[in-house]
C-alpha cells in the first residue's frame, strides 16, 4: 500500500465550528506533516510529527490543533477558523533514513478542500 | 533564509519540444533536491529525487534532472514533452539536520499544446 488517504474530500465549516481532518498511511512511515495550499501557490509547512511526536510547528494559529494517535494516522482539528484559512490541507509522509534522520521523501495525500464560511 | 528559487513561472510548449525548467536553491550544507509534480485536479507526486552519488537522477515518465552543487542548481529536463505533461512542477529541498521538512520553489506551470 503506497497511498495516504485523507478524509472528507471536501469540507465547509462556519467560523464557530469545530471540525476535524484525518489523514492515513500504511506504508510505516513515521514522519508525518501537515501542509496548507492556496490555489497556484506550493505548500506551506504546517506541523511535523517525528515517532508520533509533535517536532516542528511553524508558528500556525492555536485554532489549528494537530494530533497523532499513532504511527498511521494524523489528526488536524480545527476550531473557530476564519475565511482566510480556506485553502487545501495536504497530509504527507516520509520515510526515515536507515542512519536516522528523516529522508525528506514524502507522499502526499489528495488533500481535504477546506471552505470557511 | 533558506529558498528556492524556480526561474519560470509559466511554460508553453508544443508537443515534442524539449523541456528545462530551472531550479536554484540557497546555500544550507547538505541537501536531499525533489521535484514534485501536480498534474491538474490530482495530488502532488514525486517525480524524482537526489540524496547522493551520480548528480543526473532518471525519474518517471522520462524526466531527468541533474544537480550541479557549483551552481546550487537542480534543473529538470524531458527531451520530448507530450500533453499529458501539462502540469505544475514544484522543486523543493531539504537541508541536512532538518525534520525533513520540505521547502517549496514557487512551481512552474507547463503547459503542452498538442
Known amino acids: 500500500d503506497t497511498e495516504v488517504t485523507q478524509t472528507p474530500k471536501h469540507l465547509v465549516m462556519g467560523m464557530t465550528n469545530k471540525k476535524s481532518l484525518k489523514c492515513e498511511q500504511h506504508m510505516g512511515h513515521r514522519a508525518m506533516y501537515w501542509y496548507k495550499q492556496k490555489a497556484k501557490k506550493p505548500p506551506e509547512l504546517m506541523f511535523v510529527?517525528?515517532?508520533?511526536?509533535?517536532?516542528i510547528n511553524e508558528s500556525v494559529p492555536s485554532r489549528f490543533s494537530p494530533e497523532c494517535p499513532n504511527s498511521s494516522l494524523l489528526n488536524l482539528h480545527l476550531h473557530a477558523l476564519q475565511p482566510e484559512d480556506s485553502a487545501l490541507y495536504l497530509c504527507a509522509s516520509s520515510p526515515l533514513r536507515a542512519l536516522g534522520g528523516v529522508s525528506g521523501e514524502q507522499y502526499f495525500g489528495p488533500g481535504t478542500r477546506l471552505t470557511v464560511t | 533564509a533558506q529558498s528556492v528559487s524556480q526561474h519560470n513561472h509559466h511554460v508553453i510548449l508544443s508537443e515534442a519540444a524539449s523541456l528545462e525548467l530551472g531550479c536554484n536553491y540557497s546555500y544550507g550544507g547538505t541537501v536531499n533536491l525533489f521535484w514534485y509534480v501536480q498534474y491538474p485536479g490530482q495530488h502532488l507526486q514525486l517525480l524524482l529525487k537526489?540524496?547522493?552519488?551520480?548528480?543526473l537522477v532518471k525519474g518517471i515518465k522520462g524526466f531527468e534532472a541533474e544537480f550541479i552543487k557549483s551552481k546550487f542548481s537542480f534543473n529538470l529536463r524531458k527531451p520530448s514533452v507530450q500533453w499529458s505533461d501539462t502540469a505544475e512542477y514544484f522543486c523543493a529541498v531539504t537541508y541536512g539536520g532538518s525534520q525533513g521538512n520540505l521547502i517549496f520553489g514557487k512551481g512552474t506551470k507547463l503547459s503542452v499544446k498538442p
Open positions: 537526489y540524496f547522493s552519488g551520480d548528480p
Open positions: 510529527y517525528s515517532y508520533e511526536k509533535l517536532s
